[in-house]
Nanobody, 122 residues
Framework: QVQLAESGGGSVQAGGSLKLSCVAS????????LAWFRQAPGKEREGVAE????????YYADSVKGRFTISQDSANNTLYLQMNSLKPEDTALYYC???????????????WGQGTQVTVSS
C-alpha cells in the first residue's frame, strides 16, 4: 500500500528558508508523479511543485517558481521541497502526494500524506 509522510515544517521569518521531506513507500509505476500541494485556511488546495519518480520531469506553480526547488533521493525513497525567500503568503499546510498524471491537477492525485505546517511571519 502507498504511504506518504511529510516532515520539516516550522515557523520562519519572511525571507528565510525551510526544507520539507516526504518519505514514500509502496509507490509503483501506476503513480509515477510526486508533488507538493498546500492549503491555507479558507482557501482551496493548490499545487506547488511536481516531479516524476524517474526524475525526468519538474513543474512549478508560478507563485513559487524561482524560489522553491523539488528534488528526490531515489535510493532513500524521499521527496524534498527546498523553500527559499519565504513570504507570509506561503503560510499553509503542505502535503506530499502521488498521482497518475502531470501539471499539478488535483483530480490526478489520489494518495496523500498527513501534512506539515509552514508558518511565515512578516
Amino acid at each position: 500500500q502507498v504511504q506518504l509522510a511529510e516532515s520539516g515544517g516550522g515557523s520562519v521569518q519572511a525571507g528565510g528558508s525551510l526544507k520539507l521531506s516526504c518519505v514514500a513507500s509502496g509507490i509503483t509505476d501506476s503513480r509515477p508523479y510526486l508533488a507538493w500541494f498546500r492549503q491555507a485556511p479558507g482557501k482551496e488546495r493548490e499545487g506547488v511543485a511536481e516531479t516524476r519518480i524517474d526524475g525526468d520531469w519538474s513543474y512549478y506553480a508560478d507563485s513559487v517558481k524561482g524560489r522553491f526547488t523539488i528534488s528526490q533521493d531515489s535510493a532513500n525513497n524521499t521527496l524534498y521541497l527546498q523553500m527559499n525567500s519565504l513570504k507570509p503568503e506561503d503560510t499553509a499546510l503542505y502535503y506530499c502526494a502521488a498521482g497518475r498524471w502531470a501539471f499539478l491537477r488535483l483530480e490526478d492525485y489520489d494518495y496523500w500524506g498527513q501534512g506539515t505546517q509552514v508558518t511565515v511571519s512578516s
